[in-house]
């Protein structure tokens, strides 16, 4: 083998070696910065604003205490179509008729309505026939 070949090699092994060595440096770096964020969210202290119990059924004075969670739930009660399927209700056993037929014996073969989000949870199972 000539001296360059040679040369080359080395270098291509170095460069692979560097590479690698920097790759695990940014991982353990991205590792060492989410847990100590996610110390730092433990040492957080919850303010309770309304107390709540096992009883409190009406989600508007959990959101006093949980807003964020209370604000993802209210995004649900949107009612628009959208080219996943959306939260507007629409019978699929109308707009396909054939899962008539592919459902029948089933439930399905009956009510068969688009799922829509937690805020209708309720409403939905007793509008199902």
Do not use: C
Request: negative net charge; charged residues 25%; without cysteine.
């Amino acid at each position: 083998m000539s001296p360059l070949t040679e040369t080359s090699r080395r270098r291509l092994i170095y460069g692979g070696l560097i590479a690698v060595v920097a790759v695990l440096t940014a991982g353990v770096t991205y590792l060492a910065l989410n847990i100590s964020e996610r110390k730092a969210e433990a040492t957080e202290t919850f303010v309770r604003l309304v107390e709540t119990d096992e009883t409190t059924v009406d989600p508007a004075i959990w959101g006093q205490n949980f807003p964020r969670q209370y604000d993802a739930y209210l995004r649900t009660v949107d009612t628009e179509r959208t080219s996943y399927g959306g939260s507007e209700a629409f019978d699929k056993l109308e707009m396909d008729p054939r899962l008539v037929t592919i459902f029948s014996g089933y439930a399905f073969g009956i009510d068969y309505k688009e799922e829509r989000g937690h805020a209708y949870m309720l409403t939905d199972q007793e509008e199902t026939a």
